[in-house]
């Protein structure tokens, strides 16, 4: 018998042509030939099952706008670039491509969306940082204001006299414990908060001096509070807080008021 496919002579009784696998026919009818299932080595297809790593790739590309995506968008790539690579290889088996390519780019945008997000934070924490600063600045200098009444209305009780020391005012129940802290300096009991030099003051004095102030180191934008004998109070620069020294200095030289060092 020949071969109908390539023309090879077989046996009588073979099933297969013996050159090129061809299924043969004992009976001269094509229709009656042997199909290929009936074959020694045939075996049924299996259904290819989906890339568990182009499923974990598309899952970590997305947690990547969750969360962190400088830390699972690598990982996510990296997954679906490896189950391309085995889906190509075994396409009979696997099966996924469109995942592991949706995994691949969806954690390279969580990627570069993660850098864009740091990048703006680090362009606005400064700003934000220095608004939070000013706004306890404010807070601050109401609070001087508050430590100028209290003075005021020891000096009434007390025959024009300025209080020792600004724990008197909360000792005379003139003022809280809470306006003696630095709203800057909540979480540093320990450090200078505020510095009195109303200290052997009595009477009328110059509006222009010196009672309370803040050290430079409360804030953190170069600036600090001032609160003069008017009660009034001036949020100063380190320049111009230098020249208020000075000018206070003067005054009490002129005065012959005690001259009190600035801390």
Do not use: W
Not at 37 to 66: E, V, Y
Not at 108 to 136: H, N
Not at 150 to 169: C, H, S
């Amino acid at each position: 018998m020949h071969c109908p496919a390539c023309g090879t002579p077989n046996a009588e009784s073979a099933n297969y042509c013996s050159n090129c696998q061809t299924p043969l026919s004992a009976q001269s009818d094509p229709a009656e030939a042997i199909t290929p299932s009936d074959a020694p080595d045939a075996t049924p297809t299996a259904t290819p099952r989906t890339s568990g790593l182009a499923i974990a790739s598309l899952i970590l590309g997305i947690l990547g706008f969750f969360c962190v995506g400088l830390v699972t968008g690598p990982i996510g790539i990296i997954l679906g670039l490896v189950a391309l690579h085995k889906i190509r290889a075994r396409p009979h088996l696997l099966k996924g491509k469109g995942l592991a390519t949706a995994g691949a780019i969806t954690s390279s945008i969580s990627i570069l969306v993660s850098l864009l997000l740091l990048l703006l934070i680090a362009i606005l924490m400064p700003a934000l940082s220095r608004a939070r600063g000013l706004a306890q600045s404010v807070a601050c200098a109401a609070q001087l204001q508050g430590l100028g009444t209290a003075v005021t209305m020891y000096q009434l009780d007390n025959n024009d006299q300025f209080p020792p020391d600004l724990q008197a005012l909360v000792d005379a129940e003139y003022a809280s414990e809470n306006i003696l802290i630095c709203p800057a300096l909540h979480n540093s009991p320990d450090q200078v908060h505020y510095i009195y030099r109303g200290a052997g003051l009595t009477g009328d004095i110059p509006g222009q001096l010196i009672i309370i102030y803040e050290p430079a180191t409360n804030h953190t934008h170069g600036e600090q509070n001032v609160l003069f004998a008017d009660s009034s109070v001036q949020r100063v620069t380190d320049d111009k807080f230098s020249v208020l020294m000075q000018q206070d200095l003067e005054l009490r030289r002129e005065q012959g008021l005690p001259e009190l060092p600035f801390e």
